[in-house]
């Protein structure tokens, strides 16, 4: 039996990866629109994303998005970090908690 050249075979497994990788595309959700997304955090079944202008927060796997920046005001988010239910907003005027 004759064996395959390894050269080859990881050219072909290259080629299966690019054309896998090739098919894939990005596709706009319906986010929040009009902001800047500079954050973006997921807890449980919650994704956020920090915002230009305030906290954003969808259940339903980014199909629609709420705002959730009450006591936050217009502030741009700059990072988050998630800690058991509390999910934690880096801004330039300081750190915000917001229990979920």
């Known amino acids: ?22 098919s894939a595309q990005w596709v706009q959700t ?23 202008g305030g906290v954003f ?3 339903n796997n980014a199909a629609s998005w709420t705002a959730v920046d009450s006591g936050l005001g217009n502030r741009p988010v700059w990072s988050f970090a998630v800690s058991g239910g509390n999910l934690f907003a880096g801004t330039s ?8």
């Open 1 to 22: 039996m004759k064996e395959i050249p390894l050269c080859l075979v990881v050219s072909m497994g290259l080629l299966i990866l690019l054309m896998h990788t090739a």
């Open 30 to 52: 319906n986010g929040p629109c009009s902001r800047t997304v500079t954050a973006f955090a997921v807890s449980g079944g919650n994704l956020f994303a920090g915002t230009s």
């Open 93 to 100: 005027d300081g750190l915000f908690s917001f229990h979920q």
């Open 57 to 59: 927060l969808s259940t």
